[in-house]
T-cell receptor, first 112, second 113 residues
Framework: GEDVEQSLFLSVREGDSSVINCTYTDSSSTYLYWYKQEPGAGLQLLTYIFSNMDMKQDQRLTVLLNKKDKHLSLRIADTQTGDSAIYFCAERGNTGGFKTIFGAGTRLFVKA | DTEVTQTPKHLVMGMTNKKSLKCEQHMGHRAMYWYKQKAKKPPELMFVYSYEKLSINESVPSRFSPECPNSSLLNLHLHALQPEDSALYLC????????????FGSGTRLTVV
């Protein structure tokens, strides 16, 4: 079945770049997403990328998609302490209807 | 209005109680979702409503009963829950297709005692 995998933890220093990686198995994945969850809160959609794109940039966020390797990454430039949160990679294929598959989430720690 | 509002934010209920979680959005979204999230885990899909009709039920026990009274409201009725049902319950919405992702509410933290 479909699966999305992420590393569980990442620690960076304030001001450095953070790169969070994700791999997925569904070759029909057409839509890929990054969500952020702060403690005690719901998920916030950060950005999305369609499978016909290689890269998407939005202010400090850069998403790279390698469709051949089924690899997605999220780069956060100039990471701030406010970026400390859990980041979920998610994918949805054309066959999934409304169903989005989430990864386990990467907990980002930002050290001052 | 670009928000999904969930009430209550916290709920403690006994195993014999009946309670309801409420979710509201005024973005004109036609799909609404209930997710369950346990600590340190990703959200798990429970139910999907599309145009006020139930389109996905992920084999959720009958002690959870969803209801979509209109296109802006989504309820989750709870009855005879177990302690293992304690979790964060998240509501989300999207336009008729979720191509551009979901808008999530901030969730209801449910504790079953």
């Amino acid at each position: 079945g479909e699966d999305v995998e992420q590393s569980l933890f990442l620690s960076v220093r304030e001001g450095d770049s953070s790169v969070i990686n994700c791999t997925y198995t569904d070759s029909s994945s057409t839509y890929l997403y990054w969500y952020k969850q702060e403690p005690g809160a719901g998920l916030q959609l950060l950005t999305y990328i369609f499978s016909n794109m290689d890269m998407k940039q939005d202010q400090r966020l850069t998403v790279l998609l390698n469709k051949k390797d089924k690899h997605l990454s999220l780069r956060i430039a100039d990471t701030q302490t406010g970026d400390s949160a859990i980041y979920f990679c998610a994918e949805r294929g054309n066959t999934g209807g409304f169903k989005t598959i989430f990864g386990a989430g990467t907990r980002l720690f930002v050290k001052a | 209005d670009t928000e999904v509002t969930q009430t209550p934010k916290h709920l403690v209920m006994g195993m014999t109680n009946k309670k309801s979680l409420k979710c509201e959005q005024h973005m004109g979204h036609r799909a609404m979702y209930w997710y369950k999230q346990k600590a340190k885990k990703p959200p798990e899909l429970m139910f999907v409503y599309s145009y006020e009709k139930l389109s996905i039920n992920e084999s959720v026990p009958s002690r959870f009963s969803p209801e979509c009274p209109n296109s802006s409201l989504l309820n989750l009725h709870l009855h005879a829950l177990q302690p293992e049902d304690s979790a964060l319950y998240l509501c989300a919405s999207s336009p008729d297709r979720a191509d551009y992702g979901y808008t999530f509410g901030s969730g209801t933290r449910l504790t079953v005692v």
